[in-house]
Structures are given as structure tokens and as C-alpha cells.
């Protein structure tokens, strides 16, 4: 009978040595110094889970089968300069006990640094979030990290806190017992065990991330970005730092006035999104499965890894990334959307179409050298063609794969922009425009990307508000700040007259070619007014500018009439004239 034979082995440890080999480097965590998602009430039940003794998961690790001669991960100067095991499952909870026993900060979501504090009553055995309350209250120890950063003995410690607890109210001889021995089971955390299946050096990152989803009760998966960012851990830690940074000051608003910044109205992007533009760039590659391999200096005919390899494709990646952070490139991009009527954040439905572009403007900027006025033009078509038909909705990597294999065959700017716009044509045909986009206009959907094409598109052709003299882009400028939005979408028929005549289905009352752009303050006054009653009663208001109220009307898609049509017939109709300026806004690019 033949042996089970595993990919993993089992090692016990205590939380003591996990704090050792992260100290020497032996266990690389790089989650100390990246975004940290758990909240500080889950760090403190994660402590009080272990101080009842309960179980809190196995961890997982990989063993490193990386070579010598490569950065360690984190700060610090380090024993072992490449960990020997990296953490697959259970970095979120080392983080935690790691950031409270050697009082670390850590990094939010938003890449703020801030402290984990977790407070204990020694006097009830409590747990909590440490807050002004507690911190006044001297039966609290506000931040349990001080204990082990103290210089103070665990008697010393003890007394201490009777002292302190003592003049709230005096504490009999049981009670001070009941405290030593508390405080006791809290400094004896360290010796709390934890059990780690370690995965064999030669299991691939494919079966890795199988395994994690397999074991992983929360159903999270990793992805090739996950392990490729943990490459740059290891082997090039300052061009992950260099992410971060760029996404970290992405999200601020620069503090003086004319201050270079990756800040934007557009995308806060992730490290890992970034690195999908870097390897497109770099390696013309919109899969990363095969870049890893790449990467980690994997000789295709060999499968041997070698230094010399991996060097030279870090290299690659490093220019790429080089031009992908440049903040030139960065705003000049983002200028190629505002051209093609995309003012915000809100109007973006796809940011791989957004990531993606910004691949394709450099590739065409600095591999083929295209004129920038040429490029910002022809950028901001692709990324109105790739948003509005949702080029990357499904199976985005295999799409850009394809994209990026067509733009290797390219030598020149002007085949460059000849391919894009053939790529374009393709699609945007005329049964497109007149068939498919009205069909696609038939939704309530608010996250719709034709949606978002049809206000970009009235941007780009001036288009003013219904009932006002104010253009849309005007009111829709990210840039203001005001208490209320000054436009809103507003239900041509409203919702109150569709209910009070048989309609009541949300779907169909929020259908998008019922809604327009109207100032707040109309909106308000329409209320649930017959469509024939209020647009007789704003037309006066326009009575002396027949063109301008004829343009409005146009420009916002509605029919002749459109006021005494029946519901059903206006949305028809409506939709046919929506993807009419889509595409009218399309052709002005």
C-alpha cells in the first residue's frame, strides 16, 4: 500500500518565536508596512479569543525557494536577509499581534499610519477598543502594548496597577489576587500556541492560491498581483514602497497650493492595479500568471531559476514602473479623459478601462512616440469606446492580452493610432449605434457605463442643463464643494405621477431614459407634477430664446411632444435619441 504523500508540513510554534523569526527576517511579513484592513475591535477580539484559550486558525506559510543575494522584506537590519517562509494565510492576524507586542504602527486602508489599541480591565478580564473613556478610567491598561515595552518586571507591572486601580476605590486582598493572576494570563499570551502548515518549496503560486481558497473560511482569493507584489517584497522592496507612496498620496489632497501629486477627481488606484499598467508596459503582457514565472527569473527551456535572469527582468519592470509613476504622464493621461467629457470619479463604471488606457497612452507616448495632441485625441476615443461597450468587463486580462499582442505588431505612431481606430470601427458599427446602444439604454441601473458615455457626451457638445442656462459640465466640475450637489437626476415622469397611474415597478420607473440633469431647486418645485403640467409651465420661462430652449430640448434626447406620450413610447423613443448623442458625442473626438 502506497504512502499519502503531502505538499505541506506541520510545525508547532509559540507566539513568542513567530515574534522571533519575524524580528530576524526568517518569516517575511511585508503587511507591517502595507495597508491593514482589520479593524481594532477585530485585533481585540482576536486577544480575547486567545486569552479564553480558544483556537484562531492555523497560519500558512510557503517555503522561499527565492536565491541568495535579494532584500529582505520590511525595515531593519535583519539576520536573515530573505525570509526562508512567506505568510499565505493569516498575515492580517501576525500583523495585529505583531503591531501590539512590539507597539508598531500600521497603515490604513487610506495609507494613514495609526496605532492599535487595544485596552484590558485586569479587574474583569475585559478586552476593548481603547477610547477617551477608558483612557480615564485608572482600572484600564489604555494600551496593552506598553506592557511589553515597558522595562518594568511582570511584579513590578502588577503593583503598579493595584496602586493605580487602588484610587478609584481601595481593593481587598482577593481582589488584588484575582488581578496579579489576570495580568499573569495576559503576559502569558506570549506562549500561546499556534500550529502552521508550511507548503513545499516546489509547489507552484497556481496551487498556492488553490490551497488558500481551499482552507480559507472567508472564501478570499489570492492573485497572481498578490504574488507578484510579494516578489517585489523580496527581491526590489523600494518599487513596492514607491507604489504605496504614489497610491497613498492619490488619495490627499495636496496641502500647498500647486503641489506636483498623483491627487486627482478620477481613481484612488491600488498597488496592484498600478502593477497590472507596469507589466503591460513593460513586458506587453495583460496576463500576470506568466509574468511571476518572469519575474522570479524562471528560465522557460530550463525551469531552473537563475540571479542573472531575475535581474534583468526586475530591470524591465523598473523602467516600466519609472514612466508609469512619472506624474507628468500621470496628469497628461487624465487630461485625455476630461477631452472626451469624463469629468470625475462618479462617471467611471470600469477602472480596468481606465488603467488599461493609461497602458496604451504610454505605450503610444514613449515605445512609438506619438505627438501628444495626436495621442490625447486618440486615447480619449479608446477609453469612451472601451467604457462605453465594456471591453473590459469580462475576462479582462485574456482582453488585453490580445490588445496589447495586436500593439506589439505596431512600429510606428501613426500604425499605432491606425490600429485603435480600426479596432473602434470594428465595433462601433451602425447597427451598433442604432440596435445595441438603445437596447443597452434599457435599464435602471445607476452604474451604467452608457449612461456615463451619454453625460460625458453631452459635455463635449456644450450641452446646458434642462430649464437652466448652466452647462452640465459646469455643475458637474469635481472641484466644487458644495453642501448639496447642484445637479440632480431628475425622473422626466415623475415617480409620484408613474405610482398614482399604475406604475409601480422601481425598475420601471427608474429607467435611465427617464432621468435627466436638473438644478436641484427644479427638481424640488417639479415634485409629482404631470409631465404635460411643469413643461408647460418652464417652457415660459424660455419664451424670448426659442432656439436655446429648442437646443435644450435636443441636446437632452427628448422627443417632439414627448410630454403627452404614453410611458412605455417615451422610453422607446428616448432611448433612440440618447444613443444619437452618444454618438454624435463620439464623433466630435
Given at each position: 500500500m502506497s504512502e499519502l504523500k503531502t505538499v505541506f508540513k506541520r510545525v508547532d510554534y509559540d507566539l513568542s518565536n513567530l515574534l522571533h523569526y519575524i524580528d530576524l527576517g526568517d518569516i517575511g511579513l511585508p503587511d507591517i508596512q502595507r495597508p491593514f484592513v482589520w479593524s481594532n475591535a477585530k485585533v481585540r477580539d482576536l486577544f480575547d479569543s486567545m486569552y479564553k484559550g480558544f483556537p484562531v486558525g492555523y497560519l500558512l506559510f510557503w517555503e522561499n525557494a527565492a536565491v541568495d543575494g535579494v532584500r529582505q522584506i520590511g525595515d531593519g537590519n535583519k539576520a536573515h536577509k530573505v525570509p526562508n517562509r512567506l505568510i499565505v494565510d493569516g498575515q492580517q492576524r501576525l500583523t495585529s499581534l505583531y503591531a501590539v507586542f512590539r507597539g508598531r504602527r500600521v497603515l490604513d486602508a487610506n495609507y494613514a499610519e495609526r496605532q492599535i489599541e487595544v485596552a484590558f480591565n485586569p479587574r474583569t478580564s475585559r478586552f476593548d477598543v481603547a477610547d477617551a473613556a477608558i483612557r480615564r478610567d485608572p482600572e484600564w491598561i489604555a494600551n496593552i502594548s506598553d506592557l511589553w515595552s515597558s522595562t518594568r518586571s511582570s511584579r513590578k507591572i502588577v503593583n503598579?496597577?493595584?496602586?493605580?486601580?487602588?484610587?478609584?476605590?481601595?481593593?481587598?486582598?482577593?481582589?488584588?489576587?484575582?488581578?496579579?493572576?489576570?495580568?499573569?494570563?495576559?503576559?502569558?499570551?506570549?506562549?500561546?500556541?499556534?500550529?502552521?502548515?508550511?507548503?513545499?518549496?516546489?509547489?507552484?503560486?497556481?496551487?498556492?492560491?488553490d490551497i488558500f481558497v481551499r482552507i480559507n473560511s472567508e472564501g478570499v482569493k489570492l492573485n497572481q498581483a498578490d504574488f507578484i507584489l510579494t516578489l517585489l517584497s523580496v527581491f526590489w522592496d523600494e518599487g513596492r514602497k514607491e507604489l504605496e507612496d504614489f497610491c497613498r498620496q492619490s488619495r490627499v489632497v495636496p496641502s500647498r497650493t500647486g503641489e506636483a501629486s498623483p491627487y486627482n477627481h478620477f481613481v484612488e488606484p491600488d498597488p496592484d492595479q498600478l502593477l497590472r499598467v507596469s507589466v503591460a508596459v513593460g513586458f506587453g503582457r495583460g496576463r500576470l500568471k506568466s509574468v511571476y514565472q518572469i519575474l522570479r527569473g524562471k528560465d522557460p527551456d530550463s525551469a531552473k531559476v537563475t540571479v542573472g535572469l531575475r535581474d534583468r527582468q526586475f530591470e524591465v519592470l523598473k523602467q516600466a514602473q519609472k514612466k508609469v509613476l512619472d506624474l507628468r504622464n500621470w496628469h497628461q493621461f487624465l487630461k485625455a479623459l476630461v477631452g472626451a467629457g469624463y469629468r470625475a470619479g462618479e462617471m467611471i463604471s470600469s477602472q480596468n478601462a481606465l488603467?488599461?488606457?493609461?497602458?496604451?497612452?504610454?505605450?503610444?507616448?514613449?515605445?512609438?512616440?506619438?505627438?501628444?495632441?495626436?495621442?490625447?485625441?486618440?486615447?480619449?476615443?479608446?477609453?469612451?469606446?472601451?467604457?462605453?461597450?465594456?471591453?473590459?468587463?469580462?475576462?479582462?486580462?485574456s482582453v488585453m492580452e490580445q490588445d496589447l499582442n495586436r500593439l506589439k505588431g505596431t512600429a510606428t505612431g501613426e500604425e499605432f493610432v491606425s490600429l485603435l481606430n480600426e479596432l473602434i470601427a470594428s465595433e462601433l458599427t451602425n447597427d451598433y449605434w442604432t440596435i445595441t446602444l438603445p437596447s443597452d439604454l434599457a435599464t435602471s441601473s445607476a452604474r451604467?457605463?452608457?449612461?456615463?458615455?451619454?453625460?460625458?457626451?453631452?459635455?463635449?457638445?456644450?450641452a446646458r442643463v434642462l430649464f437652466s442656462n448652466k452647462k452640465v459640465a459646469e455643475l458637474i466640475d469635481p472641484a466644487l464643494r458644495a453642501t448639496k450637489k447642484p445637479l440632480e437626476r431628475h425622473h422626466l415622469f415623475p415617480r409620484g405621477w408613474l405610482e398614482d397611474n399604475g406604475v409601480e415597478d422601481?425598475?420601471?420607473?427608474?429607467?435611465?431614459?427617464?432621468?435627466?440633469?436638473?438644478e436641484w431647486p427644479d427638481n424640488i418645485d417639479i415634485g409629482k407634477k404631470a409631465p404635460f403640467d411643469y413643461f408647460g409651465e418652464i417652457e415660459k420661462r424660455f419664451a424670448d430664446q426659442p432656439e436655446v430652449w429648442n437646443k435644450m430640448l435636443a441636446d437632452h434626447a427628448l422627443p417632439d411632444k414627448w410630454q403627452s406620450m404614453k410611458y412605455p413610447e417615451f422610453l422607446q423613443a428616448r432611448r433612440i435619441l440618447m444613443a444619437d448623442i452618444i454618438r454624435k458625442g463620439f464623433e466630435s473626438l
Amino acid at each position: 500500500m502506497s504512502e499519502l504523500k503531502t505538499v505541506f508540513k506541520r510545525v508547532d510554534y509559540d507566539l513568542s518565536n513567530l515574534l522571533h523569526y519575524i524580528d530576524l527576517g526568517d518569516i517575511g511579513l511585508p503587511d507591517i508596512q502595507r495597508p491593514f484592513v482589520w479593524s481594532n475591535a477585530k485585533v481585540r477580539d482576536l486577544f480575547d479569543s486567545m486569552y479564553k484559550g480558544f483556537p484562531v486558525g492555523y497560519l500558512l506559510f510557503w517555503e522561499n525557494a527565492a536565491v541568495d543575494g535579494v532584500r529582505q522584506i520590511g525595515d531593519g537590519n535583519k539576520a536573515h536577509k530573505v525570509p526562508n517562509r512567506l505568510i499565505v494565510d493569516g498575515q492580517q492576524r501576525l500583523t495585529s499581534l505583531y503591531a501590539v507586542f512590539r507597539g508598531r504602527r500600521v497603515l490604513d486602508a487610506n495609507y494613514a499610519e495609526r496605532q492599535i489599541e487595544v485596552a484590558f480591565n485586569p479587574r474583569t478580564s475585559r478586552f476593548d477598543v481603547a477610547d477617551a473613556a477608558i483612557r480615564r478610567d485608572p482600572e484600564w491598561i489604555a494600551n496593552i502594548s506598553d506592557l511589553w515595552s515597558s522595562t518594568r518586571s511582570s511584579r513590578k507591572i502588577v503593583n503598579d496597577y493595584i496602586e493605580q486601580a487602588s484610587r478609584k476605590a481601595p481593593l481587598t486582598e482577593d481582589e488584588e489576587e484575582i488581578i496579579a493572576h489576570n495580568l499573569d494570563r495576559l503576559f502569558d499570551l506570549q506562549k500561546y500556541p499556534f500550529t502552521a502548515l508550511e507548503i513545499a518549496s516546489s509547489v507552484d503560486e497556481e496551487q498556492v492560491a488553490d490551497i488558500f481558497v481551499r482552507i480559507n473560511s472567508e472564501g478570499v482569493k489570492l492573485n497572481q498581483a498578490d504574488f507578484i507584489l510579494t516578489l517585489l517584497s523580496v527581491f526590489w522592496d523600494e518599487g513596492r514602497k514607491e507604489l504605496e507612496d504614489f497610491c497613498r498620496q492619490s488619495r490627499v489632497v495636496p496641502s500647498r497650493t500647486g503641489e506636483a501629486s498623483p491627487y486627482n477627481h478620477f481613481v484612488e488606484p491600488d498597488p496592484d492595479q498600478l502593477l497590472r499598467v507596469s507589466v503591460a508596459v513593460g513586458f506587453g503582457r495583460g496576463r500576470l500568471k506568466s509574468v511571476y514565472q518572469i519575474l522570479r527569473g524562471k528560465d522557460p527551456d530550463s525551469a531552473k531559476v537563475t540571479v542573472g535572469l531575475r535581474d534583468r527582468q526586475f530591470e524591465v519592470l523598473k523602467q516600466a514602473q519609472k514612466k508609469v509613476l512619472d506624474l507628468r504622464n500621470w496628469h497628461q493621461f487624465l487630461k485625455a479623459l476630461v477631452g472626451a467629457g469624463y469629468r470625475a470619479g462618479e462617471m467611471i463604471s470600469s477602472q480596468n478601462a481606465l488603467l488599461y488606457a493609461y497602458a496604451f497612452y504610454l505605450w503610444g507616448r514613449e515605445e512609438l512616440g506619438v505627438a501628444e495632441h495626436i495621442l490625447q485625441r486618440t486615447i480619449g476615443r479608446w477609453f469612451f469606446f472601451t467604457s462605453l461597450t465594456g471591453r473590459y468587463t469580462s475576462s479582462p486580462e485574456s482582453v488585453m492580452e490580445q490588445d496589447l499582442n495586436r500593439l506589439k505588431g505596431t512600429a510606428t505612431g501613426e500604425e499605432f493610432v491606425s490600429l485603435l481606430n480600426e479596432l473602434i470601427a470594428s465595433e462601433l458599427t451602425n447597427d451598433y449605434w442604432t440596435i445595441t446602444l438603445p437596447s443597452d439604454l434599457a435599464t435602471s441601473s445607476a452604474r451604467n457605463p452608457q449612461l456615463f458615455a451619454y453625460v460625458a457626451s453631452q459635455n463635449r457638445l456644450g450641452a446646458r442643463v434642462l430649464f437652466s442656462n448652466k452647462k452640465v459640465a459646469e455643475l458637474i466640475d469635481p472641484a466644487l464643494r458644495a453642501t448639496k450637489k447642484p445637479l440632480e437626476r431628475h425622473h422626466l415622469f415623475p415617480r409620484g405621477w408613474l405610482e398614482d397611474n399604475g406604475v409601480e415597478d422601481l425598475r420601471e420607473i427608474n429607467q435611465i431614459a427617464n432621468y435627466a440633469l436638473l438644478e436641484w431647486p427644479d427638481n424640488i418645485d417639479i415634485g409629482k407634477k404631470a409631465p404635460f403640467d411643469y413643461f408647460g409651465e418652464i417652457e415660459k420661462r424660455f419664451a424670448d430664446q426659442p432656439e436655446v430652449w429648442n437646443k435644450m430640448l435636443a441636446d437632452h434626447a427628448l422627443p417632439d411632444k414627448w410630454q403627452s406620450m404614453k410611458y412605455p413610447e417615451f422610453l422607446q423613443a428616448r432611448r433612440i435619441l440618447m444613443a444619437d448623442i452618444i454618438r454624435k458625442g463620439f464623433e466630435s473626438l
